[in-house]
């Protein structure tokens, strides 16, 4: 994993078709815009070797508060249908913690100063715009991080989850053909499979790393990546204060449902709060 740093560049993107869409521009003008954001898109504006992280949930879930926390910035900015950002992120001392059997942990990580630039791209939460994906995603789905994002205090938390997760399967069984979709969930159940917890006192980093022959891999467990299509998911349910309002059997019921859809989709849990800059925990 990797931390974002104080310092970034914020080049929030006023996307053009938002406009168009609300004040009644011509199709021909609408088209114009498309042309000119896809030319934009296609000059290379992802800067971490073709990646690129989305945001997506409904209004009001916390997308933007918790984009502002990882930029460490107190200034509120007026969203638009697809906006662009520019996240500047440093390596993470603890990650070569996270191993996998085949040693590959640590591999490919940014040495302790270095730094890159990710780019990150935040939907609107009305699904109209959901086809703007289109420009957001990058050359290929493993290079993708799609953000779920929910908050504790939305009854209809699920079912906001699962539409989000469904609109972006959409989008990449649009941009991509079935075998790039078909090798890029491969790749993730390999991942699945080869994944050790995190090494604690009883196994070092060194050991994970002196596997020589190949491992034999078990089967996912039933579910497991049910649902994946290939991108990388992160559901982040924001305001987890709330949960002191919620009764035990409502929290845990909400704990299932949310960690039975993790395991369809692979996708890692986070809960956060803006309550306190430290309540920002994993699951």
């Known amino acids: 994993m990797v931390a974002a740093s104080s310092d970034v560049l914020n080049s929030t993107f ?8 609300v004040s009644g521009t011509t199709q021909s003008e609408e088209g114009i815009w498309r042309l000119i954001l896809s030319e934009f898109c296609s000059k290379g504006t992802n800067t971490q070797q073709g990646s690129a992280v989305l945001i997506l949930g409904d209004n009001l879930s916390g997308k933007s508060s918790l984009l502002r926390r990882l930029e460490r910035s107190d200034v509120e900015k007026h969203g638009s249908a697809l906006e662009y950002h520019v996240l500047s992120v440093q390596n993470d001392a603890r990650d070569a913690s996270y ?18 630039s990710l780019p990150v791209w935040v939907l609107d939460g009305d699904e109209k715009f959901s086809s703007l994906l289109q420009f957001a995603l990058p050359v290929n789905p493993l290079k993708t991080v799609c953000l779920l994002v929910a908050s504790l205090d939305n009854p209809g938390l699920i079912h906001s989850l699962r539409r989000w997760a469904n609109l972006c399967s959409q989008e990449v069984q ?11 969930k491969k790749h993730q159940e390999r991942q699945w499979q080869e994944y050790v917890d995190p090494v604690e006192s009883s196994m070092s980093t060194s050991m994970v790393g002196g596997f020589v022959e190949e491992p034999n891999l078990l089967p996912l467990e039933q579910g497991v990546l049910a649902e994946s299509c290939g991108v990388y998911f992160v559901v982040v349910i924001t305001k987890s204060d709330l949960v002191s309002e919620l009764s035990e059997a409502q929290y845990a019921k909400v704990l299932v449902q949310v960690r039975r859809l993790c395991l369809q989709l692979g996708a890692a849990l986070v809960f956060t709060s803006s309550k306190d800059s430290k309540k920002m925990f994993r699951s």
Do not use: M, R, S
């Open 99 to 116: 191993a996998y059997q085949l040693g590959t942990a640590g591999q490919g990580a940014l040495g302790p100063a270095e730094a890159l």
């Open 14 to 21: 006023a996307l053009p078709a938002a406009i168009a869409t």
């Open 174 to 184: 649009k941009k991509f053909n079935k075998e790039t979709i078909h090798d890029a």
